[in-house]
Each structure stands twice: as structure tokens, then as C-alpha cells.
């Protein structure tokens, strides 16, 4: 009897976090097979035995981003025994903690030039700006302050890691992110 095995130990998921670190290095021209499959130490074989060709990896990196940066996050704050100012705390804090924002750049880099990566980055804005706004709502504000609030949270959250050449320290993100957090949520 004979079985087959996958030729390499990497998992699918290994494979896309390399090509989500390669799209924030080099842009969408650098996620390719054969370089990627070197840096891992693997051959091209590998990426086959997991994806059915280049345009396949490029949906799962997309569905990846959109699941692991999005809604699992969302999932997992909303678990929190908390009230909606505790919930937004928390989320921004994960992301602080977790950097779940560092792809966000590259991808929106690679939507202005690719209309599947457009939609999907304009569905993920959509969800998470719903998911901000609604916590804001439950906190008592108005439709429109809600809407501004999270608006200006998320922007913050996208335009800092975006505008700062050279990173601040944890600390200091982390005491950003607490300070307009209380700003935002203070009457």
C-alpha cells in the first residue's frame, strides 16, 4: 500500500502568513511562488500541495487577512464580560498588543490596483467601522456622534501605523490608544 504525504511540513497557513509578510515588504509583484518557497526552504511543490495555483493563494491570503484580522478579533473581544467602552478598550488594546493592523497598508496598497482585493478591503472597513460604531451606540451617542467616533478611532488606527516612518515604542502606542480611547468615549 502506498501513501502519499504532503511534501513539506508547512501548513497552509504558513505559507499564507509568509505571503502576507511578503506583500507588507515587497507589495503584491513580490508574492510570488518561487521566491517564497525559497525563503521558507521548501520547493514550489509545496505551495501546490496546498493552493491550486497563484490566483487560489491570492483569494486565501485575502479570506486569511479578512478572518484573522477581523473577525476573529471582533469574535473574541465581544466573549469579554464587559460593557461596550470595556469591549472598545479591549479591542484596541489587541490590536496594540497583537499588531493585527500591520497588514492593512500593503492591503490597501494592493486594492487600488486589484478590484478582489478592493472588495474585500472595503468589506473588512465596512464591518469593522459597524462593529465600532455599534459599540459607540450601545455607549449611549447619537447615531452621528457614533459614526464620527468610531470613524475617527479606526481612521487613527490605520492612519498611525501608515503615517510613522519610524515606530514609536509599545508603551507609547499603548498609552496613545488608552488616552483616545478615554477621549472618545467621554461625554
Not at 517564497?36 to 487560489?56: I, N, Q
Not at 497598508?105 to 472588495?119: G, S, T, V
Request: hydrophobic share 40%.
Amino acid at each position: 500500500m502506498v501513501t502519499t504525504s504532503a511534501p513539506s511540513k508547512l501548513s497552509q497557513q504558513d505559507w499564507i502568513v509568509r505571503g502576507l509578510d511578503t506583500l507588507r515588504a515587497q507589495g503584491i509583484s513580490g508574492v510570488r511562488v518561487e521566491p517564497m518557497a525559497r525563503e521558507l526552504g521548501v520547493t514550489k511543490g509545496s505551495f501546490y500541495w496546498h493552493f491550486k495555483d497563484h490566483d487560489d493563494f491570492l483569494q486565501q491570503l485575502l479570506e486569511y487577512w479578512e478572518t484573522e484580522m477581523t473577525d476573529k478579533i471582533d469574535a473574541q473581544v465581544s466573549r469579554t464580560r464587559a460593557g461596550p467602552r470595556e469591549h472598545l478598550l479591549a479591542l484596541c488594546e489587541h490590536i496594540t498588543y497583537e499588531e493585527t493592523n500591520r497588514y492593512d497598508a500593503a492591503m490597501r496598497a494592493w486594492a487600488l490596483y486589484d478590484a478582489r482585493a478592493a472588495r474585500v478591503v472595503q468589506r473588512v472597513d465596512q464591518k469593522r467601522l459597524r462593529y465600532a460604531r455599534a459599540l459607540f451606540l450601545e455607549m449611549g451617542f447619537s447615531e452621528r456622534q457614533a459614526d464620527i467616533r468610531s470613524r475617527l478611532s479606526y481612521f487613527y488606527m490605520i492612519g498611525e501605523r501608515a503615517a510613522f516612518l519610524r515606530p514609536s515604542s509599545f508603551d507609547q502606542r499603548l498609552q496613545r490608544v488608552r488616552l483616545r480611547h478615554k477621549l472618545l468615549t467621554e461625554r
